[in-house]
């Protein structure tokens, strides 16, 4: 960390982050270039023609844009907290903390941990909170076509609904990357996307305090806060949690399920 040149790429890393969907563009923009038009091809009719290109797939990756169809990125009150990727051997601790805090969260599982862990998804529902769908195995849906992310949606909403007797209403796309037909299939299953509104990038690992700083530094009324219990190991989210409940309880915020609002 003391190291400069690590400490710019991670500053770097961290504006891309934030502001990805720039980086996007750009970046589409500069490949297209490179594979279409060779050297001397390079016009500003060219330029102009890629940065369409990647003004048109910007919305497919930013969660604000609502272009390629609705998403729920707030909420109209309350706070949400969100949890992708699960379910894993972590998942239990998490549902533990939330049962002593009496908070009731939202977990967007994946088909291929609901697997693995069915008991944790029952006891998910069991404990009150909501389950949702995150896909059976987590692809980039831009590449997908429109049958296999109908497939990948519609696994899951029969896995759960075997486990547990309920079908999810709300589903998230991995990484928050949408395609111009994944609208479509997701209405036809009765799904409406949720994205979020702050991703405090706990899959980074980058400590408890900067989860819990990134995400303070962010705090709204109708927020809803991504974080995740799957994939790797989550102990840092699940401190952040802790520490992120007891401050946000402190400033009168109150928890909701992505259902329980009209947003
Ligand atoms: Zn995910």
């Not at 900067?210 to 989550?234: F, P, Q, W, Y």
């Not at 840092?236 to 928890?255: D, G, M, S, V, W």
Request: with cysteine; hydrophobic share 40%; charged share 20%.
């Amino acid at each position: 960390m003391n190291d400069p040149l690590t400490g710019q790429l991670l500053k770097i890393r961290d504006w891309t982050y934030e502001n990805y969907h720039w980086a996007y563009l750009a970046g589409t923009a500069v490949l297209c270039q490179s594979l279409f038009f060779p050297d001397p091809a390079r016009t500003i009719y060219a330029w102009l023609g890629c940065a369409l290109v990647g003004a048109l797939l910007e919305p497919c990756v930013n969660p604000y844009r609502q272009v390629y169809g609705a998403a729920l990125s707030r909420l109209p009150a309350g706070v949400a907290l969100t949890f992708d990727d699960g379910p894993s051997e972590d998942t239990p601790a998490l549902l533990d903390l939330l049962q002593e805090e009496g908070v009731k969260a939202t977990f967007f599982v994946i088909g291929r941990q609901v697997e693995k862990y069915p008991e944790v998804v029952r006891r998910i529902v069991a404990d009150g909170h909501q389950l949702g769908n995150h896909t059976y195995s987590h692809p980039n849906l831009m590449i997908c076509t429109p049958g296999r992310t109908r497939r990948e949606l519609e696994r899951v909403q029969q896995q759960i609904q075997e486990l547990t007797g309920q079908k999810p209403t709300f589903w998230r796309p991995p990484f928050g990357f949408r395609s111009p037909w994944t609208q479509s299939a997701a209405d036809q299953l009765g799904l409406r996307a949720a994205l979020w509104t702050v991703n405090p990038r706990d899959f980074q690992d980058p400590g408890v305090e900067v989860i819990v700083s990134r995400t303070l530094e962010a705090m709204d009324k109708g927020v809803i806060i991504l974080l995740h219990d799957g994939l790797a190991s989550r102990s840092q989210t699940i401190e952040a949690t802790r520490q992120l409940i007891r401050r946000l309880k402190e400033k009168n915020y109150l928890f909701v399920r992505l259902d329980e609002s009209n947003g």
